[in-house]
């Protein structure tokens, strides 16, 4: 069993920054590749950004150029650092986990996931 716990979320004004962490516990197995979905109300879980155990990152093209996802494999943690939100980038956000060196972009690839943390951005 994989423990991840989120953390940072928050109310935010359009054009402001976040920064969202998840860290991970329990059996993980190195190599694992890590992710953010995020889940607006009445819409489907995507994809926001994931991250290989290696460091090659994946965007969505939504938050190309305003979203960075790192990790620090020594600490077993992830982060994601959002610059110039916008009222639309308002959702859950949940980290999730898979074993492996390579990344996934569907949650289905996922085998363990956060318990989410709210990002509310105002206009």
């Known amino acids: 069993q994989v423990l991840l716990v989120e953390s940072g979320g928050g109310l935010v004004q359009a054009g402001g920054s976040l920064r969202l962490s998840c860290a991970a516990s329990?059996?993980?197995?190195?190599?694992?590749?890590m992710a953010w979905f995020r889940q607006a109300p009445g819409k489907e879980r995507d994809i926001v950004a994931a991250i290989s155990w290696g460091g090659s990152p994946y965007y969505a093209d939504s938050v190309k150029g305003r979203f960075i996802i790192s990790r620090d494999n020594a600490k077993n943690t992830m982060y994601l650092r959002m610059n110039t939100l916008k009222p639309e980038d308002t959702a859950v956000y949940y980290c999730?986990?898979?074993?492996?060196?390579?990344?996934?972009?569907?949650?289905?690839?996922?085998?363990?996931w956060g318990q989410g943390t709210q990002v509310t951005v105002s206009s």
């Open positions: 329990g059996r993980t197995s190195t190599p694992y590749a």
């Open positions: 999730a986990y898979r074993g492996g060196d390579g990344f996934g972009v569907v949650s289905m690839e996922y085998a363990y």
